[in-house]
């Protein structure tokens, strides 16, 4: 699947949330984690539910659609044409896991 298989909704809200982890705030770490751990959660980390309990119910709601899109389109986010948007994010946020 690619991204221009994806709802519409499916994609901003995506797009919403990889802009959001992109920033320097608590809430940008926890749409991060989040991300990562869809991506690869064997090296990136798993999500705590509980880290949502700090977010804004906007963020919330991007990242249910974006489970959501996880669950139905069986795919990683590098898969749907977004690998090097997730590895800015690893970049900015697992700065140890860049292999030089």
């Known amino acids: ?5 994806l709802q519409p909704a499916e994609k901003a809200a995506l797009e919403r949330l990889i802009s959001r982890a992109q ?11 989040f991300l990562l751990a869809w991506w690869n959660s064997a090296e990136c980390g798993k999500y705590d539910l509980t880290t949502a309990w700090g977010v804004d119910d906007d963020i919330v709601d991007d ?3 974006v489970f959501r899109l996880a669950s139905r389109s069986h795919s990683y986010p590098d898969t749907l044409g977004y690998g090097s948007q997730f590895e800015a994010i690893v970049r900015e946020w697992r700065p140890e896991l860049i292999r030089g």
């Not at 699947?1 to 298989?5: L, N, T």
């Not at 920033?23 to 984690?33: E, H, K, L, P």
């Open 63 to 65: 990242m249910c659609v």
């Open 23 to 33: 920033g320097n705030t608590g809430q940008s770490r926890s749409v991060a984690d």
């Open 1 to 5: 699947m690619r991204s221009e298989h």
